[in-house]
């Protein structure tokens, strides 16, 4: 499966924007999804992820409240919609598929490119 993310842009901090991956290929049905981010000269850290059935869904706490990930698996297609950004959110964002959901980057494959989130002061 391949994955492809996108909707980051350039908000002001407090603002709203909603991450869409898609994955081609195959289903992503059966899979837990991920979304992970990267600051400049940071290592990739968790941000939210989900299982396959849609009914469990996990965050780092600094996102809790702010970030709501969900998934519609017939259109393949995962969401992340961040509200009240931050500053700290700028980042590249990924998203990625597992075989369970999960807040450890190991399980997680089929990285997809990352779009990049720049919330300004």
């Known amino acids: 499966v391949q994955l492809q993310a996108s909707g980051g842009g350039l908000v002001q901090a407090g603002g709203s924007l909603r991450l869409t991956c898609a994955a081609s290929?195959?289903?992503?049905?059966?899979?837990?999804m991920g979304w992970f981010r990267q600051a400049p000269g940071k290592a990739r850290e968790f941000v939210a992820s989900?299982?396959?059935?849609?009914?469990?869904?996990y965050y780092r706490d600094s996102v809790k409240g702010r970030f709501t990930i969900s998934r519609d698996n017939a259109k393949n297609t995962e969401y992340l919609q961040m509200n009240s950004l931050k500053p700290e959110d700028t980042a590249v964002y990924y998203c990625?598929?597992?075989?369970?959901?999960?807040?450890?980057?190991?399980?997680?494959?089929?990285w997809g490119q990352g779009t990049l989130v720049t919330v300004s002061s």
């Open positions: 990625a598929t597992a075989p369970y959901a999960t807040n450890v980057v190991d399980p997680y494959t089929n």
């Open positions: 290929g195959r289903t992503f049905s059966g899979y837990a």
């Open positions: 989900i299982n396959w059935r849609g009914d469990h869904t």
